[in-house]
Nanobody, 119 residues
Framework: QVQVVESGGGLVQPGGSLRLSCAASESIFSIVFMAWYRQAPGAQRELVAI???????NYADSVKGRFTISRDNAPNTVYLQMNSLKSEDTAVYYCRLQHWVGGITYDYWGQGTQVTVSS
């Protein structure tokens, strides 16, 4: 069973930066995408950034120009560099990995890491 583990969350002041990491427990082939989601208290989980196998990226409008998603293939690791953080970025951030085997897609989610932006 593949496990996905996030790290790098914490408390940061408005305007500060954090770098989140997400690593899969084993090397995985045929990755479709890796992505970061977030969920604030009382809100639905939302997509923050996504990176595909071909390294195509996309971002939520609220984080464009401030967040950058990147990945390493070996091992399967994805990063989220978050700059110019705002209080509204406060949320639990989740990593998601999707890959396919034999025409079937599999989704794996991490446990989440808390990001709190506050003075």
């Amino acid at each position: 069973q593949v496990q996905v583990v996030e790290s790098g969350g914490g408390l940061v002041q408005p305007g500060g930066s954090l770098r989140l990491s997400c690593a899969a427990s084993e090397s995985i082939f045929s990755i479709v995408f890796m992505a970061w989601y977030r969920q604030a208290p009382g809100a639905q989980r939302e997509l923050v950034a996504i990176i595909t196998q071909s390294n195509s990226t996309n971002y939520a409008d609220s984080v464009k120009g401030r967040f950058t998603i990147s990945r390493d293939n070996a091992p399967n690791t994805v990063y989220l560099q978050m700059n110019s953080l705002k209080s509204e970025d406060t949320a639990v951030y989740y990593c998601r990995l999707q890959h396919w085997v034999g025409g079937i897609t599999y989704d794996y989610w991490g446990q989440g890491t808390q990001v709190t932006v506050s003075s």
